[in-house]
């Protein structure tokens, strides 16, 4: 997908087809939209005659093609529902509703008017920066492994007209890290949604060495001979199924865009395929478990933007990456195993690997580089599915600075993050009898928080986010239909988004 800028009226490109955008119109409405002025006059007034005849009613997901006469392509009118509920998302899912209801049918090339979207309150700025994540999230999807096409757009441009020709040199500078960012994600979603035969521990490593190559970051990759020598029990114990692919530590060093800038680690649960250890999943459950590195290959994608973008803060990335698998030698409910930062876990439950994984990924990234803050992403529990639904991710964390600026960084990103509890009440659920710690509870409840309060165990006193992943890091069959169109079927990237956009914000320390 290319997306490029253009000072041009959007009838005036010569693109198969322009794209605009219309509010939701009361019942009783008659008055032709002055917005589709344009639009109407490039169709030779069947835009108007749309409307009159109702079949433009403005309200989401609807969109309306309407041919030109003089074969000069198509008018796409998608509706933006109500103005009183109108934000930057409704934007981005309005962008990527029109590319995919193009898909198939013959369009390579569009034009959106970028000031048809451009309004109160989405300024444009957020206006360009929500069309690119629409338009290229929108044309996505993964082809590694297809043999045809449906033919998708392949070329957007964000149209300025008349009216925000003069914001052109701030809009470009917005459209042009916005699309390295879409790109970041396009190029995550492509490593994530790699099968378990392909995408094992040290393939993601050889993508972690392969990135630091191509723009000049600093990667360590720890086998399982350095990861004995470093005492990560952890996850030598979640790995140790694997004779096939035996587990990884990944660390990837950008060194930051400004000098004495915050250092911010970003630690990501890489297990590739988890069948559960000995405590084993059921059969339906497993087809999806490829997912389950989502963690890991975001921050990967984080990395990646976050060097392109040139962004403040030094950014360590930490992946834990390991195979969860049963066999002779995988670890066992009753083991107890001691992790890098000499805290020993109880293992109850072999099927809650993440966070064994994360216990050593933690601990290094704050012992090693001392973070000012240290962010973990992870689909870790199927609570947070129960909790909050497949298209937001739960969020703990321990300083309150640190999660209004994710949450605010999600609201402009549209990544949805909630912020959830975290109390001496499941600090308790996961004290062990004869360890420290233990990676599972007697008690069946809160299940996102008492693994957040496992986590704590070993961040020390730095300020710390957790960023259950479970439900949006992928899209399935029965979930795909209620997500936003730019959320493409399987993985989706969630965090690289959100988290690249909070760094970029992000400010020296004072």
């Not at 995550?188 to 949604?193: G, K």
Request: hydrophobic share 45%; proline share 5%; aromatic share 6%.
């Amino acid at each position: 997908m290319k997306v490029l800028l253009d000072r041009r009226e959007a009838t005036a490109a010569a693109t198969d087809a322009v794209v605009t955008g219309v509010f939701e119109r009361g019942d009783k409405e008659t008055a032709f939209p002055r917005g589709l002025a344009k639009e109407d006059a490039a169709a030779k007034g069947l835009v108007r005659a749309a409307w009159d005849q109702r079949e433009i009613q403005g309200k989401r997901r609807e969109v309306t093609v309407v041919h030109r006469p003089d074969r000069n392509g198509r008018i796409v009118i998608v509706g933006l529902g109500p103005r009183t509920r109108y934000d930057a998302e409704v934007v981005r899912r309005a962008a990527a509703e029109a590319v995919r209801a193009l898909k198939g049918k013959g369009v390579r090339t569009i034009a959106v008017r970028l000031a048809a979207f451009a309004l109160d309150p989405v300024p444009s700025e957020a206006a360009a920066r929500a069309v690119v994540d629409g338009t290229y999230l929108g044309a996505y999807e993964f082809r590694k492994y297809r043999t045809t096409s449906d033919g998708p757009v392949e070329e957007a441009a964000i149209a300025l007209g008349e009216e925000l020709a003069r914001e052109e040199t701030l809009l470009r500078k917005a459209v042009d890290d916005e699309r390295t960012v879409a790109e970041t994600v396009v190029w995550t979603r492509d490593l994530a949604n790699l099968p378990a035969d392909t995408a094992s521990p040290e393939r993601l490593a050889e993508e972690a060495r392969a990135l630091g190559k191509e723009l000049g970051l600093k990667v360590t990759v720890f086998d399982e001979t350095k990861l004995a020598e470093m005492h990560c029990g952890g996850i030598l114990a979640v790995g140790g199924g694997s004779t096939a692919h035996p587990p990884r530590m990944v660390v990837v060093e950008y060194p930051g865009g400004a000098r004495r800038g915050k250092t911010i680690a970003v630690v990501g649960k890489g297990i590739t395929f988890d069948a559960g250890g000995i405590s084993i999943k059921p059969a339906a459950a497993l087809a999806n478990m490829k997912f389950d590195k989502s963690g890991a290959v975001a921050v990967l994608g984080i990395l990646r933007a976050a060097a392109l973008l040139k962004v403040p803060p030094r950014v360590i990335g930490v992946l834990g990456c390991a195979e969860n698998v049963p066999s002779g030698t995988s670890y066992r409910p009753g083991d107890v195993v001691r992790t890098f930062n000499g805290k020993t876990i109880e293992i109850l439950n072999t099927d809650a690997e993440g966070r064994v994984v994360l216990a050593d990924a933690l601990a290094y990234a704050v012992a090693q580089y001392r973070p000012d803050e240290v962010i973990d992403l992870a689909t870790l529990t199927g609570a947070e599915v129960v909790a909050l639904g497949d298209d937001t991710a739960g969020l703990v964390a321990t300083d309150d600075r640190l999660a209004n600026a994710l949450l605010a960084a999600s609201a402009a990103t549209g990544e949805p993050l909630w912020r959830m509890p975290l109390t001496d009440y499941h600090r308790e659920l996961v004290k062990s009898d004869i360890g420290d710690v233990r990676n599972s509870t007697e008690l069946p409840v809160a299940g996102l928080l008492t693994a957040a309060a496992f986590l704590e165990n070993f961040v020390g006193g730095t300020a710390w986010a957790h960023l259950d992943l479970a439900g949006p890091a992928y899209t399935t069959a029965a979930t795909r239909r209620f997500q936003p169109a730019y959320q493409s079927a399987g993985a989706t990237a969630f965090g690289v988004r959100v988290i690249t956009r909070y760094l970029a914000d992000a400010v020296r320390p004072n």
